[in-house]
């Protein structure tokens, strides 16, 4: 987690200069838990192997040798010591990790997840309801990582009631621009705890204490070290960089346990429901700017400003502001300060994204603004080849798309997930049928993107197998669902249609497509009732 999300790296360029305060066999294993350079096999059948459904794991993890190890241990059945009861807690942790080193969720690492999870909150009786109600957090976003959203409420309801927090959102007069004359209602919120603040460890230095340093100019050092920051509204911006409120009375601070649960709050919001509505940008922004308001830890802290940076993103008067957070957090990674001990606290409490994560969002963001040229020297960085070869397209370089990725067959040699993509931009169905056979017809990606061609064309029936054999790999890719059943419903085979929407419910409860097919054909087969429910 430190390498591939928390930072700093043991490889970063910071700490290229301590590299000969390592003894030999330290600098040995280093090079070893992160192969680039050297060690390029291993980490090529370590990829492999953490391959899961179809689903490639990322090109460039770290330190893959130390997950082999704990996927060993873990699967450890008979033991001459008695396996302790957290041991059923990292199995759940070990497949979530797994899991999003992957291109796209896996069925067997969702269930296997889940289960450990469940297991583990029913036969462990903690005392300490805070520590309790982290793991409900914890589970929390398990299950939306997995599109289990009512599941998801629940489980931080749960945790809501053992921290004993009280949420309200109230109006306030203030004002929210730099020009405005006169005060109206803003949204705020109002929190009741029961929690105090948390003791703060000697290696923890709030962020507060960290950013005069930056203010006070002490050199290009100590702005390296200390970069991760709070940014502020630009100059030129008419917004204010917080709502500005009429009376500033004293209100209840956040503590950790807070905090923590309204980021995750504020994430099952964002990830369940689309941000299309000024009102719900206002109550997430309520809620953000709360947690803002006092640092208690670095990651919690980071977890806030990158929510906030999500949520800004469509706005055409913060979208700057989100773009430059964005990279800051990006930049934050090779960090000196604060120490891992402060970054991995909260670590799996926190759903904090993958370093790679958080480039991808990043050139997301240059694609929404048509930047699209940073977002493939971004993409291309990170080889995200898929995502730079769309930035060129979509900047209209299809030549040079085509070029880009006959330079990665050049290097890299002809790898399924480079037929598939050459597949998508030539639009010729020999190159799925090829990266199917060379993955050992165990690429679901090559039979997706060559059933929705063969749909595309109105070929029905191949279309359908194709997605059935795509499916029979990686159950966990709902839209399939709509595409395989909707030739079906053409043929009245409207029971079948049910089944197979249903499933696509069962994986993503949000889907209203599929809750409207569903209504649909249980109306062809006059079942009135059970389409209105």
Same mark, same amino acid.
């Given at each position: ?27 040995? @294993? ?27 794991? %990322?090109?460039?993890?770290?330190? &893959? ?27 759940? =942790?070990? /497949? ?16 296997? !997840? ?7 909150? $029913? ?15 914890? %589970? ?15 489980? &931080?309801?749960?945790? =809501? ?5 009280? &949420? ?30 948390? @003791? ?49 009375? =004293? ?9 923590? /649960?309204?980021?995750?709050?504020? /994430?099952?919001?964002?990830? !369940?429901?689309?941000n299309e509505y000024d009102l719900q940008y206002e109550r997430i922004n309520a809620y953000i700017e709360k947690v803002l308001e006092r640092s208690h830890n670095w990651l919690v802290f980071s977890m806030s400003l990158f929510l906030r940076s999500k949520n800004e993103q469509e706005k ?27 970054? #991995? ?5 926190? #759903? ?13 963001? /240059? ?9 493939? $020297?971004? @993409? ?120 197979? @929407? ?32």
């Amino acid at each position: 987690m430190k390498e591939n999300c928390l930072g700093s790296s043991f490889n970063s360029k910071n700490e290229l200069d301590d590299e000969e305060e390592y003894p030999p066999e330290m600098t040995e @294993f280093l090079d070893l838990i992160s192969p680039f350079e050297s060690h390029s096999h291993l980490q090529e059948v370590l990829l492999n192997y953490f391959s899961k459904e179809g689903e490639d794991a %990322y090109k460039n993890t770290r330190c &893959l040798t130390i997950l082999f190890y704990l996927d060993l241990l873990l699967g450890l059945e008979f033991c001459e010591f008695e396996v302790p009861q957290s041991t059923i807690l990292w199995k759940a =942790r070990y /497949y979530m990790i797994h899991n999003q080193l992957l291109t796209s969720n896996a069925c067997f690492l969702q269930d296997k !997840s889940i289960e450990y999870y469940q297991k583990y909150l $029913e036969i462990n009786d903690i005392e300490d309801k805070v520590t309790k109600a982290y793991l409900w957090i914890e %589970y929390s976003n398990c299950l939306l990582t997995f599109y289990k959203y009512s599941h998801a409420e629940e489980a &931080l309801e749960n945790a =809501r009631e053992l921290i004993g927090l009280r &949420l309200k959102l109230t109006g306030k007069l203030g004002k929210r621009t730099k020009y405005q004359s006169f005060d109206i209602p803003q949204l705020v919120l109002n929190i009741e705890s029961e929690s105090v603040d948390e @003791f703060i460890h000697p290696e923890e230095r709030p962020i507060e204490d960290v950013k005069p340093l930056l203010d006070e100019g002490e050199g290009e050092f100590e702005e390296i070290k200390c970069a991760h920051r709070d940014v502020k509204m630009d100059e030129d911006s008419i917004l204010l960089d917080k709502v500005k409120l009429k009376d500033e009375e =004293r209100t209840v601070d956040a503590s950790l346990s807070d905090q923590i /649960y309204i980021n995750q709050f504020v /994430y099952n919001e964002l990830k !369940s429901q689309a941000n299309e509505y000024d009102l719900q940008y206002e109550r997430i922004n309520a809620y953000i700017e709360k947690v803002l308001e006092r640092s208690h830890n670095w990651l919690v802290f980071s977890m806030s400003l990158f929510l906030r940076s999500k949520n800004e993103q469509e706005k055409l008067k913060t979208r700057e502001r989100s773009m430059i957070q964005m990279q800051t957090l990006v930049d934050q990674f090779n960090d000196e300060e604060p120490g891992l001990g402060e970054r #991995a606290r909260y670590m799996f409490t926190s #759903a904090y994204p993958f370093s790679w994560n958080l480039k991808l969002q990043l050139g997301y963001s /240059y694609q929404s603004i048509g930047v699209y040229m940073s977002a493939f $020297e971004l @993409f291309q960085e990170c080889e995200f080849f898929e995502e730079a070869t769309q930035s060129l397209i979509l900047s209209r370089r299809v030549q040079q798309a085509e070029e880009y990725i006959e330079t990665i067959i050049e290097k890299y040699g002809e790898t399924p997930r480079i037929l598939c993509l050459l597949g998508d931009i030539k639009r010729k169905e020999e190159y799925y049928e090829k990266a199917w056979e060379l993955s050992g017809r165990k690429n679901a990606k090559a039979m997706r993107a060559l059933g929705l061609m063969k749909f595309q064309k109105g070929q029905i029936d191949e279309s359908i197998e194709c997605l059935k054999l795509a499916l029979e790999i990686n159950k966990l890719y709902p839209p399939l669902g709509i595409l395989l059943d909707e030739p079906t419903s053409n043929k009245e085979q409207y029971e079948k249609a049910i089944f197979a @929407f249903g499933n696509v419910v069962c994986f993503d409860e949000t889907h209203g497509e599929a809750w409207s097919n569903i209504a649909s054909s249980y109306i062809h087969l006059n079942k009135m009732k059970e389409a209105q429910s």
